[in-house]
């Protein structure tokens, strides 16, 4: 396998609140090698978000780092200044595709004004040279008329058209990684396949890894070589899409999966509800919920294992 | 089986306004002609893109949305043609739940008041009655008797989904039409609500008129599907018979595009052509024209009727002769 | 209690319930916390324009009244056309805004436009206009009152009512068939009260003040009343001499009307529904 380009290991990350301590995330492993897409899946709440925005060092102010690294290209990020974060990584080295196109352009300035921002914050290089790359980018996202495109302000763009916009944004300062929350769940299915189908396109274009999170199974499958499951902050199960969509092992994963309606028959479900992470189980979080769960899952979490092409946190495989 | 509602020529049209000294904004077509029937005990999908009429189309047969041409008929019965709160009267055996749960429900009453609110509108009484048949549904729809005291912001998504469900069912209506029944709900709950629809029909006799836009939901869920593009419906079709072979290009299109479980698929596959087209900008003769891969000249010109082609399956395409293999009967 | 919490971590609006509430202890027992209650109506010539003392905290007036006694006893005039002429402008604004807001077409916008003309005309020269029309007198001035602060409640509601009316469980109450009058005071109503309950609070100070002032131009209240306007009008002959007869009086409407405000300010930033919908 490829050396890895973003390294995320033990993550755990915890904000106080008024009903006390929320420890939403609990030990996260991920890995992205170079030049692959890994989806990150989970149920609503299971700490997606969060993660990408440890990444990214934009955690609520209140966060607090309990343990773990997160790596990439050599350097531990926890571990880097926010002035640091704000000139080298976040929109430079790292690129962002936020969720809702409808909301992440300022309507008041054009695109080209917005966009161009971005460039100037992060390169010298003159504005006619931005300009231009920029062009170049539109041009690569598949935007009708890239010229004059920049001179145009958000309405004037459909759903589609915005995430392509918000896309060569992220791509604008030339970024070997770029990640993506959820970027396709305002849009419709036939954009939504024309938009996977670019950042595919990009990936292998431009040399750059993708972290693209996202609560869609399907999409997964379509889109990603890898896949990371959580449940309720901790990394479940993680390895090649295939494998782990055909045959997962976590029974979490498993459930999930069965709930699926491509694959589930019974639609059984899953009993029970998602742990809060107030007062979350010890040990494996799943393990109130668990069909197989014995007596040593509510002891110390179960570490990863590797089982038929996979990473698994579960004490089934230990 | 028995049809128990049909829609023939449906046509709402929403907004639009003379302004004073400005141009006239002109109204959005959002059901332009929709005819289907829903037969007794059945669950007819309806399945679109975002802002392609779904929930229109629901809240015309509902009756809370008039419409602006067309009849509804309800066992044989024409109920249209009046203002929306005698329809609501004439068509008491349809009831509707709305795609978003936690925005249905009145966030400074408790789900109990709510509930026999519902029934209290309806000339349920006396108290008694009201509370047994409460009771009857909350048990129903699985959630326990302490729920009555809960108010919304307290409940879960799953939950929220349930207590609208509980409050049409309260009032034993024969046809439901559910907006969206799962949108926003995690796979886990997603599949026990899905459960939940399915015993309900099973125990209770209902109809569904089942509104999504996720085609994996629909396929498990539905008998029949009809696909809506811009307002017109351009296929309908028994759900097995519509999934194996699709005839309408849009069809074709849109269930190329749908993520599936399932691995080894290929991104690229498909030919997906440009983006749907603002419903204030419908274009002239068949909707679907400037995206589609067959389309000729004529696209532009007639609006092609919906044609019974084989198997009980209607097609409004002017190209369809072409594009299978079936024959026209 | 989430709202409740928020509330208290909010400085200003904390200052102004207090202000409210201590002013409406002082208007409840007025006759007793005053150290001369008979100096509502008595005069005393040979004590005239007193500065402060021990006798008298705040000095005395033209009359030789206690001007402490008479800004204490004045409060319950102040506070009785606050929530008088607020409950009035509320009883007519909050059912016209409903109804305006509910339905459409002609009874709609000629409920509206009225209400746009009220509204259009600045509200001090409304209520001279009125007061002047029927008669100097406290009462005739809260009538006067009213009849301008309705339309404020009235713009509210009715913008409230146009929001909620096109909300997801009015239209699912229409489906379940409700009626228009239910929908309108027993859902729409109690989902429009926080924004209606912020402008009575603030109201209510506006109210304090614009009878002040209708009583300092001799609209209001009549003597010898213990009205604050009034006594500020009455001081303006012995100015600056006697500063302590406006003074007081002065800082009593002032410290309410503040009151009134930064309580108002707070509950607007409080009962914010969002709030209540997040968890
Ligand atoms: N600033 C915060 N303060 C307290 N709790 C928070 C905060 N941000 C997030 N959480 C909690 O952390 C958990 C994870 O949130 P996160 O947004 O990462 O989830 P997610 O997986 O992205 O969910 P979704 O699919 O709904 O976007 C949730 O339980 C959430 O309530
Ligand atoms: N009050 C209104 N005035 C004008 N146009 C409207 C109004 N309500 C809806 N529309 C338009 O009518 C069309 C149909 O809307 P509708 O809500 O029925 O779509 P939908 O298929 O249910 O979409 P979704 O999947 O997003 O729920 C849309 O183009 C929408 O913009
Ligand atoms: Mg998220
Ligand atoms: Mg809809």
Redesign the interface.
Known sequence: MAEALLHVDGLRISIPTDDGLAQILDHVDLEIPKGRIVGVVGESGCGKSTLVRAVLGILPRAARVDEGRIGFAGEDLLKLSPADMTRRIRGKAIGFIPQDPFLALNPVFTVGTQLLEIMRWHASDGRAAHRAHLVELLRAVQLPDPDAALDRYPHEFSGGQRQRLLIAGALACRPRLVIADEPTSALDVTTQLQILRLLRDLVSRFDVSMLFVTHDFGVVAQLCDDVMVMYAGQSVEAGPTAAVLDAPKHPYTQMLIACHPDRAQDLAGIPGSVASPLKPPSGCRFHPRCPSAKPVCHGPRPAQVHVAEREVACVLYG | MAEILAVEGLVTLLGGEKRFLRAERPPVRAVDGVSLELREGEVLGVVG??GCGKSTLG?TI?G?QRETAGTVRLDGRVVSGVD??TA??MR?DV??V???A????????SIGRTLD??LV??GVGPGEERARRIDRVLRDVGLDPTTKRRYP?EL?GGQLRRV?LA??LV?APRIVLLDEPTSGL???????V??LL?ELRAELGLTYMFIS?????V???CDRVAIMYLGRIVETAETAKLFESPVHPYTT??L??????????G??A?A?HG??P?ATAVPSGCAFRTRCPHAIDACAVTVPTLDLIADGRRVACHRWPELAPLERV | MLVFRKFLRDVSAVIGLVIVLLTAVVALFAPWLAPKPLDAHESHPLLRLKPPSAEAPFGTDNLGRDVFSRVILGSRAALTVAVLVVSGAMLIGVPLGLVAGYRSGWVSETLMRITDVFLAVPQLILALALAQLLGPSLKNAMVALTLTYWPFFARIVYAETRRLKTSVFVEALQGLNASSFRIMFAHILPNAAPPIIVRATIGMGFTILTAAVLGFLGMGATPPDPEWGLAVSESRQYLPDAWWFATFPGLAIFLVVFGFNLLGDGLRDVIDPRLRRSR
């Open positions: 893109e975002s809240r509902l809370i929306p709160r609501r009267q008491r009831q509707y709305h795609q978003d936690a925005a249905a429900l009145d966030p400074w009453w609110e519902a509108i309806n912001h879960s609208t409050r049409v009032l995690d796979l886990s709950v997603q599949a026990t899905l459960r399915r836009h996720d085609l994996s939901v396929r498990l869920m299109m849109l190329a595009a749908a993520p599936r479980l399932a691995t080894g698929q991104l690229h498909a997906i983006e749907p603002s």
